[in-house]
T-cell receptor, first 116, second 113 residues
Framework: EAGVVQSPRYKIIEKKQPVAFWCNPI?????LYWYLQNLGQGPELLIR????????DSQLPKDRFSAERLKGVDSTLKIQPAELGDSAVYLC??????????????FGPGTRLTVL | AQSVTQLGSHVSVSEGALVLLRCNYS??????LFWYVQYPNQGLQLLLK??????LVKGINGFEAEFKKSETSFHLTKPSAHMSDAAEYFC???????????FGAGTRLTVKP
């Protein structure tokens, strides 16, 4: 079974440029998560989707960040414009969903963003 | 809201020695608890998960963790460290009615030959 796929793996951009990350979850997983991981820290949730609905986006900086999961499968996270402080690893995870808090999340390899 | 604290940002052990990584949680109700491992330039991989079925949870790669409600702890152990265990380890917690998972800051494990 294929795991969570993310692309690109690495991205280097200049500040004020836009950037987008793509995630394809494990087949059959209804819940999709985007996390931000700063160096030396644990992941922090940005947004959670249940199918195509964003059910928790309270930590997403909506002035510059946006996300979509139009068909309830793959998802895109966008930053426009990027700032120096956005340099981090962006992780995508998925889970079966419908099991409440005990749902196990499976993570992709992440996209390492460097903003110059 | 639930939170998790990992004591020690860096732990160093010799190959063959006991590995002990500490995790304490704060929760008003019994939580779900997880340990994940992250190798360099990779995503997080689930080591084990506590779901209240048993207080001693066995995971992959010889790791296990014991849930102690009285101490609000979920420490990760392995009897004998291997060089391949060198990685970052994260404890995480999620609770009833809240599917959000909260992670600790991580503990970097170094294994010396």
């Amino acid at each position: 079974e294929a795991g969570v796929v993310q692309s690109p793996r690495y991205k280097i951009i200049e500040k004020k440029q836009p950037v987008a990350f793509w995630c394809n979850p494990i087949s059959g997983h209804n819940t999709l998560y985007w996390y931000l991981q700063n160096l030396g820290q644990g992941p922090e949730l940005l947004i959670r989707y249940e199918n195509e609905e964003a059910v928790d986006d309270s930590q997403l900086p909506k002035d510059r960040f946006s996300a979509e999961r139009l068909k309830g499968v793959d998802s895109t996270l966008k930053i426009q414009p990027a700032e120096l402080g956005d340099s981090a690893v962006y992780l995508c995870a998925s889970s079966l969903g419908g099991r409440g808090a005990g749902d196990t999340q499976y993570f992709g390899p992440g996209t390492r963003l460097t903003v110059l | 809201a639930q939170s998790v604290t990992q004591l020690g940002s860096h732990v160093s052990v010799s190959e063959g020695a006991l590995v002990l990584l500490r995790c304490n949680y704060s929760s008003s109700v019994p939580p779900y608890l997880f340990w994940y491992v992250q190798y360099p330039n990779q995503g997080l991989q689930l080591l084990l998960k506590y779901t209240s079925a048993a207080t001693l949870v066995k995971g992959i790669n010889g790791f296990e963790a014991e849930f102690k409600k009285s101490e609000t702890s979920f420490h990760l152990t392995k009897p004998s460290a291997h060089m391949s265990d060198a990685a970052e380890y994260f404890c995480a917690v999620s609770g009833w009615g809240d599917n959000d998972m909260r992670f600790g800051a991580g503990t970097r494990l170094t294994v010396k030959p």
